[in-house]
T-cell receptor, first 118, second 114 residues
Framework: EPEVTQTPSHQVTQMGQEVILRCVPI?????FYWYRQILGQKVEFLVS????????KSEIFDDQFSVERPDGSNFTLKIRSTKLEDSAMYFC????????????????FGPGTRLTVL | AQKVTQAQTEISVVEKEDVTLDCVYE???????LFWYKQPPSGELVFLIRRNSFDEQNEISGRYSWNFQKSTSSFNFTITASQVVDSAVYFC???????????FGTGTSLTVIP
């Protein structure tokens, strides 16, 4: 069964460094997402991406964050200058359909990347 | 305001007991979707169930059952005859038709004691 994959599973970085988290969504999916879960807290929406542009973003997704689909398979989240509070689990998800109009919303989540900022 | 409320932060039960995890949601959309996910200690999100707002039938899958009541905006999850392997954090989530993002509740940490 197709699944969303994420690499690396665990990333350790120094404060101020740039990190890129990688995701390979399911191949025929059209909508892509990033979520964040700080340890012990709920999963929070960061950004959705459709047709090569950001569709929605939350307040968390500030100028330090960017997303990109550099080729036909990868979907990346970049944090330009990491802060201690960026330490979290980052989940990528994909959806086969475009949003709106009563479309069928199911998101397939990847296994997550645990980011530790020292 | 929270779109999804899971009032129970932590629950402990003894193995073989039944346990119900509560979820209350808030939305103005007439079309929406509700989900439950299990997050074991390893951290991944395991999909359990999806319900759309037009389908209020309750569902049973093995030891799991879900009670969706639009009148009270609730989507509760019951585990019958709990097992130690059920120990995890369980998240309820809402997705509205006009916005694809998921709104997660704060999760309920379930511990099943052998």
């Amino acid at each position: 069964e197709p699944e969303v994959t994420q690499t690396p599973s665990h990333q350790v970085t120094q404060m101020g460094q740039e990190v890129i988290l990688r995701c390979v969504p399911i191949s025929n999916h059209l909508y892509f997402y990033w979520y964040r879960q700080i340890l012990g807290q709920k999963v929070e929406f960061l950004v959705s991406f459709y047709n090569n542009e950001i569709s929605e973003k939350s307040e968390i997704f500030d100028d330090q964050f960017s997303v990109e689909r550099p080729d036909g398979s990868n979907f990346t989240l970049k944090i330009r200058s990491t802060k201690l509070e960026d330490s979290a689990m980052y989940f990528c998800a994909s959806n086969p359909l475009a949003g709106g109009g009563g479309s069928y919303n199911e998101q397939f989540f990847g296994p997550g990347t645990r980011l530790t900022v020292l | 305001a929270q779109k999804v409320t899971q009032a129970q932060t932590e629950i402990s039960v003894v193995e073989k007991e039944d346990v119900t995890l509560d979820c209350v949601y808030e939305t103005r959309d007439t079309t929406y979707y509700l989900f439950w996910y299990k997050q074991p200690p390893s951290g991944e999100l395991v999909f359990l169930i999806r319900r759309n707002s037009f389908d209020e039938q309750n569902e049973i899958s093995g030891r799991y059952s879900w009670n969706f009541q639009k009148s009270t905006s609730s989507f509760n999850f019951t585990i019958t005859a709990s097992q130690v392997v059920d120990s995890a954090v369980y998240f309820c989530a809402l997705s509205e038709a006009l916005s694809n993002q998921f709104y997660f509740g704060t999760g309920t940490s379930l511990t099943v004691i052998p």
